[in-house]
């Protein structure tokens, strides 16, 4: 494997399959671009003449958009941003925290990352996205599925609050697990 001598960014990026790293390199005497996501090359320029302009690809199971701006500072100086499905890295994810939970946990020794979808209700488990049976409850609803042969909920109950809203609780056996903080 060659060595990534003009590697000039890296991302990682939280998605509801997985949290994905973007590596770019740019080589800013030859123009090279080469985008690697996860590690697989996922776009390979060679010589550029132009060293300023965007590359996009796509990102995870669900081929979420992304792309990389490259953008002359001053000189030979270039500064390298990334957008997810047309926003910056940085108000993506505070758009994605508003839209989704996240709950890291242990079982059997193997670490497990659950994600809901809050708008379609989808729950992923390590990249993968799961079968679920939804019901309702006395005070709200509880979404069930299976981790590793472990029965799960995720309940739904109002806040009673109207900024606040629905408030999510992941609930393994009879333990509650923490959200995590991506």
Not at 12 to 34: C, M, P, Q, Y
Not at 66 to 71: K, R, S, Y
Not at 78 to 83: F, V
């Amino acid at each position: 494997l060659e060595k990534m001598t003009d590697l000039v960014a890296v991302w990682e990026v939280a998605l509801s399959d997985g949290v994905h790293k973007i590596e770019f390199e740019h080589g800013t005497t030859s123009g090279k671009r080469v985008v690697y996501v996860d590690g697989k090359e996922e776009i390979r320029k060679g010589w550029m003449f132009k060293l300023v302009g965007k590359e996009t690809f796509t990102v995870g199971a669900s081929k979420t958009k992304a792309t990389i701006n490259i953008d002359a500072v001053s000189g030979f100086a270039y500064e390298y941003s990334l957008e997810i499905n047309g926003k910056s890295l940085k108000k993506y994810m505070e758009h994605r925290s508003k839209t989704t939970n996240t709950w890291v946990l242990s079982l059997g020794g193997t670490d497990y990352r659950v994600v809901l979808e809050k708008d379609t209700m989808d729950v992923w488990c390590n990249g993968q996205k799961l079968e679920t049976a939804g019901e309702f409850v006395e005070d709200g609803t509880e979404t069930h599925f299976s981790v590793d042969g472990h029965s799960c909920y995720i309940k739904a109950v109002s806040s009673g609050k109207q900024k606040e809203g629905i408030i999510h609780t992941l609930i393994v056996g009879d333990r509650e697990i923490p959200e995590a903080v991506e």
